[in-house]
């Protein structure tokens, strides 16, 4: 016997979790249907994705992705992370400050690409301080037990570790879908394919979060719930387009949080600006907690004085960044930040110095 509804919703995620509350409250009839038990309610790492194990040719023998990595029931005394992205670096921090030492090893020539050059040598020098080494450049040949052999410049060596961590990314989890019987269109990842309005190829039907193979963070997940329920319920003005600036932060010691552009991509659109930053030792509340390492860097637009992008490499730098968006969003002009009266002592008023160079 078959039973009807008026929504199904694939996978307790935020987004999932989210809509099927909301339509529920307003009586709608909502089934909602997650694979895991151990899923249930979704989580901000592993819903609607699976690590990617593709740089590591014996993938089996590498034991840990990063869902394992919180599950470990002995500290490593070694850890070998695989991948110098956010993820990598978040567990490489963690695991440090733990006691293991961390050895990092990634294919790209440069640290952090994505970032500014300044922010990335600053990131990197004080995971040196803490022990951790970012070995870059290198070709996995292979991976026995708890060894990666490598080569590097030509040379060839071995990292024996005790764990190793494969940090490589994440693709979406659709296989089992059979979304082509269905006539949902996927890119060559296995992404789904959305307009700005989150909708597939197929009418009346929606994809958000990780399955979008976009921006893999939970509160995009739930941004992209209020976009799909405006669009089934409401005017369709919410869009992927007027989402703001984007923030995002890694959780390292200290966390690394950055909003709208850097100098990389101001550049490339042409636009004229100039580069204000300081060091995170000179504030007051950064010596009195002994969080000094890090810096504080925001780009100002020649001839409008509105903040384009801000970096944070400091401590609460995951707190302070939502303000920096706020002012973006809202097209604040620089002097704002720099007059504001903010609460003492807080890392927050290096603000009024930033602003101020």
């Not at 932060?249 to 101001?266: H, I």
Request: hydrophobic share 40%; net charge negative.
């Amino acid at each position: 016997m078959s039973e009807r509804f008026d929504i199904a919703i694939l996978g307790f995620g935020k987004a999932g979790k989210t809509i099927a509350v909301k339509l529920a409250s307003k009586g709608k009839k909502v089934v909602l249907v997650e694979k895991d038990a151990n899923m249930y309610g979704g989580t901000c790492i592993n819903v609607g994705c699976i690590p990617s194990k593709r740089l590591v040719t014996e993938a089996e023998l590498a034991p840990k992705s990063d869902v394992d990595a919180q599950n470990l029931d002995i500290l490593p005394e070694r850890l070998t992370i695989i991948g110098g992205g956010y993820i990598g670096l978040e567990f490489a921090s963690m695991y440090a400050n733990f006691g293991s030492k961390v050895t990092i090893l990634q294919i790209e020539d440069a640290f952090l690409p994505r970032e500014d050059t300044d922010i990335a040598d600053n990131i990197e020098s004080v995971l040196a301080t803490k022990g951790v080494p970012v070995i870059k450049g290198v070709t996995f040949q292979e991976v026995k037990g708890n060894t990666v052999m490598y080569t590097q410049g030509g040379a060839t060596h071995e990292l024996a570790g005790d764990a190793i961590l494969v940090a490589t990314g994440r693709k979406p989890n659709t296989k089992s879908l059979d979304c082509d019987k269905a006539g949902v269109a996927l890119t060559d990842r296995g992404a789904v394919i959305t307009d700005e309005h989150l909708r597939t190829s197929v009418p009346n039907i929606w994809a958000a979060g990780d399955v979008c193979g976009k921006l893999q963070f939970t509160y995009i997940s739930l941004d992209d719930s209020r976009i799909i329920l405006d669009d089934m319920n409401g005017a369709g003005e919410r869009t992927t387009e007027n989402r703001g600036a984007f923030a995002y932060s890694v959780f390292m010691d200290p966390p690394f949080a950055r909003v709208g552009l850097n100098e990389k991509e101001a550049t490339k659109q042409g636009l004229k600006y100039r580069v204000v930053k300081m060091d995170t030792n000179a504030i007051p509340k950064a010596k009195v907690s002994r969080k000094t390492e890090g810096m504080l860097k925001a780009l100002i637009e020649e001839g409008t004085g509105k903040v384009l992008g801000v970096q944070l490499f400091c401590v609460e730098s995951h707190e302070i960044i939502n303000m920096m968006k706020l002012a973006i969003d809202q097209g604040v002009d620089y002097t704002v930040l720099r007059d504001f009266i903010y609460t003492h002592p807080t890392i927050a008023e290096g603000l009024n110095d930033l602003f101020a160079l």
